[in-house]
């Protein structure tokens, strides 16, 4: 269970959030110390938030138990020193079965994933995330996309659950963003709520997204180059615009383009670059698939290129 004592998660929630791989020994199995040792470097490192077994961590290939497991090292590793949250998706039975394991493990609160498969309307959505509130003491932030897209007027009916602190939007309609933030602002005021971008490669859209007053997002970067996470995500926070331009440029937008080069590479690259940095990670599941070589020599590259713009721009001081 969540330490009752510590201040809600709301208020911990800020800086560069992680989301941690889950590693695979060859046969296929969890490798547990694998990921406490990647947790750690990024707890270690400056994350301001571990989101356990998420869409990078390849929640949808885990069983209950592997999931509890992996939450579990997750809490284990961070000791405190940050929250962390755990996927949760599936239909609602099944995501209630999660969201009980995750607060069997310790965790702070539950990022809610799209439900499986169907598309609900909006009244469907809004049972769907109440429903699973009222199976748990955790703190929830949604996510929509896909087949899980609120209006304005559902996310502030969604505000009236005590337990929902926010929603990380996967869409990237920044005109739907601005309407639900200013609808929370009329029709919710007061109600405290975190809004996060959750596009893959949050940081080629942080700067459109900053522009609309959201600036916590999550950074698949940050599992295999930590310090060009966290000199981009520092430059964006300060307005020093010259680093931001020059890593869009040169590292987020082309490391975008081969991330499009192949169909789940918002993970498989993700894990290939954790790989590259020297830690034994394992491959991604099926029905993913492993990225091609020449397009991890590709990465391995642009990593290199993302330093070389840092000490650039370093040596310009």
Known sequence: MPDRAAPPLADRLNGLLFFPVTPFRPDGSLDLDALRTHVRTGVEGGAGAVFAACGTGEYHALDLD??????????????????????????????????????????????????????????????????????????LIVYQRDNAVLTPASVVRLSQLKQVIGIKDGCGDLDLMQRIISAMRTEAPGRRFLYFNGLPTAEL???????????????????????????????????????????????????????????????????AGVRLEGLEVGG??????????????????????????????????
């Open 284 to 317: 991604v599941r099926p029905p993913l698939s492993e990225p091609a070589p020449r397009h991890i020599k590709e990465l391995a590259e642009l990593i290199a290129r993302g330093r070389a713009l840092l000490a650039d721009r370093a040596a310009e001081k």
């Open 205 to 271: 859209t942080g700067p459109a997204y900053r522009g609309i007053g959201v600036t916590l997002y999550s950074s698949a970067v940050y599992c295999f180059a930590p310090d060009i996470a966290l000199a981009f995500h520092r430059a964006l926070l300060s307005g020093d615009d010259a680093v931001v331009n020059a890593l869009l440029d040169g590292f987020y937008r082309p490391l975008v383009e081969l991330r499009n080069q192949g169909r789940g590479y918002a993970v498989s690259l993700v894990k």
């Open 66 to 139: 592997e999931y509890e497991a992996v939450v579990a090292a997750a809490v284990e590793t961070a000791a405190g020193r940050v929250p962390v949250v755990a996927g949760v998706g599936h239909g609602t039975a099944l995501a209630k079965q999660f969201a009980q394991r995750a607060g069997r493990a310790g965790a702070d609160g539950l990022l809610v994933l799209p439900p499986y498969l169907v598309t609900a309307d909006q009244d469907g959505l809004l049972r769907h995330f109440a429903a699973l509130a009222a199976s748990t003491d955790l703190d």
